[in-house]
């Protein structure tokens, strides 16, 4: 059983940054692919990043790409996610998900972001 648990979120004015954090602990980290999805209200979940397993190839969702950078450390078994250049509809409960070779996901209980115009 893998257990995530995200840090960092937060407010924060429009253009400014954050980086979340995603501990995960249980399993081996270094055998799941990584990625970060966002909820805002009224909302679907939606993708925002993804990492593979040695973090060599990287995705990101049209909306958050240039702004964006997902990263991983397979000795902390941590995965964070850099946003710079927020925006207001960046606004979103933002959680971390890992996906095993079988495609089970696990998935942290999430951290508010929330960008002010």
């Known amino acids: 059983q893998v257990q995530l648990v995200e840090s960092g979120g937060g407010l924060v004015q429009a253009g400014g940054s954050l980086r979340l954090s995603c501990a995960a602990s249980?399993?081996?980290?270094?055998?799941?692919?990584m990625g970060w999805f966002r909820q805002a209200p009224g909302k679907d979940r939606e993708f925002v990043a993804t990492?593979?397993?040695?973090?060599?190839?990287?995705y990101y969702a049209d909306s958050v790409k240039g702004r964006f950078t997902i990263s991983r450390d397979n000795a902390k078994n941590t995965v964070w996610l850099q946003m710079n250049s927020l925006k207001p509809e960046d606004t979103a409960v933002y959680y971390c998900?890992?996906?095993?070779?079988?495609?089970?996901?696990?998935w942290g209980q999430g951290t508010q972001v929330t960008v002010s115009s």
């Open positions: 998900n890992a996906r095993t070779v079988v495609a089970t996901d696990y």
């Open positions: 249980g399993g081996t980290f270094s055998y799941y692919a």
């Open positions: 990492i593979s397993t040695t973090g060599g190839d990287t």
